[in-house]
DNA sequence: CTGAAAGCGCTTACAG
DNA sequence: CTGAAAGCGCTTACAG
């Protein structure tokens, strides 16, 4: 039996309170309070040194209590209604990372729109619950309604890959303009004349954005317009099938697709395996996202890849800051992108 | 620093304290109380009394305070290791459901195994953050050590479709056994008498019985042994491709299969239809799960679907029971499945 | 079965 | 910049 292991535990069971960490640092329970709170007014020699007694002492702050005496939650709730629950566990996570680092609940929840907009739903919420920070995923990242009920509010707020950028809040993106360019580029380098692009929902301002950067490299290369073919389809992989039926029909000798998305693409190269064309060699296709299915598919699918996990983890601190500071300093953090090259297009 | 990732029931905005129901209803504080924790010792009609003006005035106890005073963190947490997030996410669902009833945290959290077991990963979570109760999935749900450590602590757990059900455990599962037989049956009274089996990870237990079922309903048919296959997959969608692949070698006139989860059928549909074959027409595939695939796959896939969210609906409630009785009562619950029948075998 | 009091571990005015 | 005191909304012994 190791003795160390019983003395850590009886450490690690002991009830350390600010109090005792006041008294071990020689400072009040106040000046303490204040450096778990990032407070100013503290001096750095003095910060340091209750720091560093918190950590020999294995102390963390008890959050329960936190919440009781400042009626603050320390809850930074997600609300998102997106089918795709890897893109949401993604952005699940890098909140939980953020939020785990400094003593923040992280939360998740799926809003139902009504007549078009999520307005109802989050203040059904808003009224049951305190929450001290609010991240919007799209769709619900262009509800305009939303954004004014949480201005109004004063609530702290991030967007993630809005359709408009605000002013009054942290946005998180990527150029999806420049990234549908250049995925398309990327295809067009390829050697593939003769292309189509399959639409998301055209809602989603993402999906007008990965679009325009596909004419925008269409236009580049001066790929005359007979040899382009748009389909429009809706984020789902049954609209990835049907494009392709479409696109039989308009302009069977297509070589390259570009599918708005991953689901899009996998129900593209199905179609097209079932009709006898083989993908790459006949048909490449690439897709948006690096969802799990591009990686799960086969052939695996070229794909365009966001950082969704760190464009989460950053917002997140960021609006930590921002509910700390009690203002908003910079506004606006644009992340890069990376083509996933696979076997769908090599 | 902090403990909670997850989803919860954070407290109400109405500033009413348990004091305000007390002198509304003409008790003392600590009946209120009583009633609120569902403690004995509190007549039927005080109770109902309380329970009405505390709906009347919309009070709803204050999480954190109770936390502080009680020393318990009123959380459940899911430790799962699964790459199905849909599976999770419906899991997810369900216990935040009966969390938010009953005033309780739902923290879901990834284990990461060492050495095949996800004792350490455990431990290491317990040692930081206190949990009043567990909900253990597949895999996490076989590893004996992890329920040695559990219940050496006496925390109230529930394990979810488990390979060994435990005394001391809350149990909710379904018949794997019976499933994988029924959806065969279903196979077979469709008139495929050329069958294949494509097995998931055989250290899934579920897996296992899936298979069971399976050879009874071939037996019970007295299907001869020559015209069955089995094929072994991990559960990935390339499983399946590479699985229909070996078939097309060993037994390329087998017309019915079925994949132990919707993932390989996806496999196992896609590969078949570059190989030019026709689903159903020509083949037809059966999955298990009714995961989001089978219902946008085209064909759409038939799949035995299995109540995911109320199981963890169920395991969550119970499991907040057994909290407050500090006593198991009743420890098995097995719940019906259902074959949704679609296109890949109409 | 029920009440009055102490206390959980923090933060927040209020002073200095 | 820092300290002493009050209080957040509950539960928990302790009495009765």
């Not at 350390?16 to 329970?29: F, P």
């Not at 893109?87 to 909140?95: A, H």
């Not at 809706?234 to 570009?258: C, Q, Y």
């Amino acid at each position: 039996m190791n003795i160390l292991r019983g003395v850590f535990e009886v450490t690690a069971r002991k009830n350390l309170t600010i109090a005792d960490i006041a008294q071990h640092a020689g400072v009040s329970i106040k000046t303490v309070s204040r450096v778990f709170n990032n407070s100013p007014n503290v001096r750095q020699q003095k910060r340091d040194l209750v720091l560093g007694v918190a950590r020999d002492l294995g102390y963390r702050p008890n959050i329960s209590a936190r919440q009781l005496a400042s009626k603050r939650s320390f809850v930074i709730s997600h609300f998102h209604d997106n089918p795709n629950t890897d893109y949401l566990s993604e952005i699940y996570d890098g909140m939980r990372r953020a939020c785990s680092e400094q003593g923040y609940y992280a939360v998740a929840e799926k809003l139902e729109a009504k007549k078009g907009s999520y307005r109802a739903a989050l203040l059904e919420y808003l009224l049951r619950y305190e929450v001290d920070g609010v991240i919007l995923s799209p769709p619900v990242s262009d509800d305009e309604a939303v954004i004014r009920e949480i201005e109004k509010r004063d609530i702290p707020y991030a967007l993630i890959s809005p359709g408009k950028k605000k002013k009054k809040a942290i946005n998180v993106f990527i150029d999806e303009k420049n990234a549908g360019r250049s995925i398309t580029e990327f295809l067009i380098a390829r050697g593939h004349e003769k292309l189509a692009f399959i639409s998301g929902l055209d809602s989603h301002a993402a999906s007008r954005e990965r679009e325009a950067g596909f004419w925008e490299a269409i236009d580049a290369f001066s790929i005359p317009k007979k040899n382009v073919v748009r389909l429009s389809g809706n984020f789902s992989m049954r609209s990835g099938f049907a494009a392709f039926d479409k696109l039989m029909k308009k302009a069977p000798n297509v070589t390259g697709i570009f599918a708005a998305n991953d689901e899009m693409a996998v129900g593209t190269i199905v179609a097209a395996l079932r009709a006898g064309k083989k993908v790459p060699e006949e048909l490449s296709v690439v897709g948006f996202d690096d969802s799990p299915f591009a990686r799960s598919m086969w052939p695996t699918i070229t794909s365009l890849a966001q950082p969704v996990d760190n464009m989460a983890h950053v917002s997140t601190q960021k609006l930590i800051d921002w509910i700390h500071a009690e203002s908003l300093e910079e506004s606006r953090f644009e992340f890069a992108t990376q083509i996933i090259v696979r076997d769908s297009c090599p």
